[in-house]
């Protein structure tokens, strides 16, 4: 058991030593594809249309490879062996699961039939982003707030296989409770496309990796070399997605605007009931810390490539969704600060993670 805790601290020790300059710099760098997007889409307005034009049942081939990138280094981190201690300390994993899956939906939901009304796009969008819990970057702000690293784990892990099981059904309900039709088919496909597959691919290749190259380079050579082109499969789609929509973004911009005004109250709201809910449940930091950030955090990966499944590469629900992406990353970071500040400040009990050993 003690080899166990180890090894998850050094996965994720070496998450957070592995943090690329693209990646601690990533809400610049969608800004940055937003502009090129929107340049390209009136300096070269048909490479980006030739390439949404390779499409099986609607969706783009080039696009689709990149969002499965985006989404297969993801679930390397899913380990398996870590849902056996789910009953060692269930309160703070069992407060993520309900801030996941019932409060962050919910917010969502109500916050975008409030702002967007007569935005069917992009109240979509802002369900998709809020009914998918993170599965990847929550790691290594974990790792930075000095979280306790073994429920990091567990709870990732955990989330890869529910979002599996809840994000359709989530997405569908919420939909339909506000009479929005969508394509309920290509939610679907969408989910076995750039969840299961990837899933499973990443089930497969670690066990493979693991046992001909070793812990050790799978995780400090492996997976940061699959996680930078996860990023610039990223980078790629979004400057895809803002070329299509250039003129459209160029005659309505306040469409960004528009739907940063849940997004941002959402995040607020949800943050708020997860440092309030760990505070009276009288968590110690390095759970609490943890709770907070997986339970206030999105899956923008998935949202994006669901958006793009059911209305296309062109569409604003697709921006909607890029636009989860461009608040979250500086928005984790403040957290992580705003967790230490508040921990100095005797917020939380305080506690050092002691690893198990029976």
């Not at 969706?59 to 993801?74: D, V």
Request: aromatic share 8%; hydrophobic share 55%.
């Amino acid at each position: 058991m003690v080899q166990a805790v180890t090894t998850d601290n050094q996965v994720l020790k070496s998450l957070e030593k592995n943090i690329s300059f693209f990646e601690k710099y990533l809400a610049l760098w969608v800004a940055l594809c937003m502009i090129l997007g929107i340049i390209l889409s009136q300096v070269l307005p048909d490479i980006s249309q030739a390439i949404d034009s390779w499409n099986i049942i609607g969706i783009s081939i080039p696009i689709g490879i990149c969002l499965f990138l985006m989404m297969y280094p993801a679930m390397l981190n899913l380990n398996a062996s870590e849902m056996k201690k789910l009953t060692k300390q269930p309160k703070p994993i069992l407060l993520t699961l309900f801030s996941n899956w019932i409060i962050a939906p919910i917010i969502g939901a109500v916050l975008a039939n409030i702002f967007l009304q007569g935005h069917i796009q992009l109240i979509v969008a802002i369900i998709l982003l809020s009914s998918s819990p993170c599965t990847a970057m929550v790691l290594v702000w974990g790792s930075m707030a000095q979280g306790n690293q073994e429920q990091n784990v567990i709870t990732t892990s955990l989330n890869t296989f529910t979002i599996m099981i809840l994000y359709a059904p989530v997405v569908v309900l919420l939909t339909g409770i506000q009479s929005i039709a969508i394509d309920r088919v290509l939610l679907i496909i969408s989910v076995i496309l750039f969840i299961g597959i990837p899933l499973i691919l990443g089930i497969i290749s670690k066990k493979l990796i693991v046992k001909t190259r070793g812990e050790e380079w799978f995780t400090n050579t492996y997976r940061p070399f699959v996680g930078k082109i996860a990023i610039i499969a990223l980078l790629s789609t979004l400057i895809v997605l803002f070329s299509l929509n250039g003129e459209v973004l160029i005659n309505n911009p306040e469409e960004l605007v528009l739907v940063s005004i849940p997004l941002l109250l959402g995040f607020g709201i949800v943050v708020g009931y997860n440092v309030l809910m760990t505070r009276i449940m009288k968590l110690r930091y390095p759970e609490a810390v943890i709770t907070v950030i997986i339970g206030s955090s999105s899956h923008f990966e998935i949202a994006i490539a669901t958006a793009v499944a059911i209305y296309g590469v062109g569409s604003i629900a697709a921006l909607g969704t890029t636009m989860g992406l461009f608040w979250e990353v500086p928005i984790m970071l403040g957290l992580v600060y705003l967790a230490k500040y508040l921990n100095s400040s005797g917020f939380w009990e305080s506690g050092i993670v002691e690893p198990h050993t029976n």
